[in-house]
């Protein structure tokens, strides 16, 4: 018996390993280094700013934003993946147990 996987989960699952894989790697861990740089220099920076420069802070805060968002979309990337996982499985125990009965 031939189980049909969602297509979807199983993309995202696929997905979200690619990304653990990605942040496993030089590569992901320089770029996640590069996103706190970001971060941590903004927030240095809108320390020290003056607040009538309201123009630069909002550039600040876009930038602080940015950097956080990032590493925050990766890990919702993984979390997605995670759960389609255990969805995927799920199916596969139910068509398993229908097949039996």
């Known amino acids: 018996m031939v189980m ?7 993309t995202e699952a696929v997905v979200g390993k690619q990304v653990e894989d ?3 790697s ?6 996640l ?11 240095d920076e809108l320390k ?3 607040p009538t420069q309201q123009d630069q802070i909002r550039e600040l805060q876009n930038r602080i934003w940015r950097a956080e968002k990032f590493e925050g979309w990766l890990a919702g990337l993984i979390r997605d993946g995670q759960q389609a996982v255990t969805q995927l499985r799920q199916q596969q125990t139910e068509e398993r147990e229908d097949g039996e009965s």
């Open 4 to 10: 049909a996987l969602d297509e979807g989960l199983l």
């Open 22 to 24: 990605f942040l496993g």
């Open 26 to 31: 030089d590569i992901g861990q320089a770029m």
């Open 33 to 43: 280094t590069l996103a706190e740089q970001e971060a941590q220099e903004a927030m």
């Open 48 to 50: 020290s700013i003056h």
